[in-house]
């Protein structure tokens, strides 16, 4: 936990908070923080600051909010639409958009989904909610991304989802065959999207190239989602000044 998020519903008038579980054991056995030791903190949606600790044991730590005035960093210029992976590795990718700046993504049902996935405990709203929580206190930002669900390729582009997210950007398919060797630091939106682990068929690549995808390769090894998304995003990102 590189920072403390605290939503504004749990501030009192006077800026202080309690926080339990995870978080107060996380202050207590690895910051070590005594009262009037200060611990990094950001306002959920809003900025970055300090706040001071009151009390702190390991199951409870009573704070109060200093300050929340730095903004928090800017967005990637990455926009991921992503197959339903496996429920693993989607808290695994939750957890890698929210740290990485990522403020919009969609997942969508492949032909190699599961349906499944769909039911798995991980997709409940409070449960996604927890994982972009934790992603953004890796990444020390408090901006939750906004994400999107469809249910088949089809409602993704004949929805006007695919033409809103790729309108002005660069829009790629990670897809190793018949394809262009991946950019490096693309300026501009780039929309990103990343098949199941067994790949897309030639169907959906054909769909995505009909609606302007420009299928793009990284090498012939075949990654995890996670892993697919976070070097590509990597490999893809530009600087906050280009």
Same mark, same amino acid.
């Given at each position: 936990m590189n920072l403390l998020i605290v939503e504004e519903r749990d501030l009192a008038p006077d800026g202080v908070f309690t926080v339990g579980g995870d978080h107060a054991e996380h202050? /207590?056995?690895?910051?070590? $923080? *005594?009262p009037g030791d200060v611990v990094r903190t950001g306002v959920l949606g809003g900025g970055i600051g300090t706040a001071v600790v009151l009390e702190s044991t390991r199951h409870s730590a009573?704070?109060?909010l !200093?300050? &929340?005035? *730095?903004?928090p960093p800017p967005p990637s210029n990455i926009l991921p639409v992503i197959a339903l992976p496996r429920p693993q590795s989607f808290k695994k990718t939750l957890h890698f958009i929210a740290s990485s700046g990522i403020r919009r993504a969609v997942f969508f049902h492949a032909a190699k989904t599961e349906k499944s996935?769909?039911?798995?405990?991980?997709? $409940?709203?409070? &449960?996604? %909610?927890?994982? =972009?929580i934790e992603g953004l206190e890796q990444g020390c930002t408090t901006i939750l991304p906004e994400l999107a669900f469809v249910r088949? =390729? %089809? !409602? /993704? #582009?004949n929805g006007g989802l695919s033409k809103q997210l790729t309108d002005g950007a660069t829009a790629l398919i990670g897809h190793p065959v018949d394809a &262009?060797?991946?950019p490096v630091s693309v300026p501009g939106n780039v929309v990103l999207a990343i098949g199941p682990e067994g790949g897309f068929t030639p169907d959906e690549v &054909?769909? #995505?190239?009909?609606?302007?995808y420009a299928p793009v390769s990284f090498g012939p090894h075949i990654l995890r989602v996670e892993f697919a998304l976070s070097y590509l995003a990597g490999r893809l990102a530009s600087s906050p000044e280009s």
């Open positions: 202050i /207590f056995c690895i910051l070590h $923080a *005594k009573t704070l109060r !200093e300050r &929340a005035d *730095k903004t996935y769909w039911t798995s405990s991980c997709m $409940a709203p409070d &449960a996604i %909610r927890s994982v =972009l088949s =390729l %089809r !409602e /993704f #582009f &262009a060797p991946c &054909a769909a #995505f190239r009909d609606n302007g």
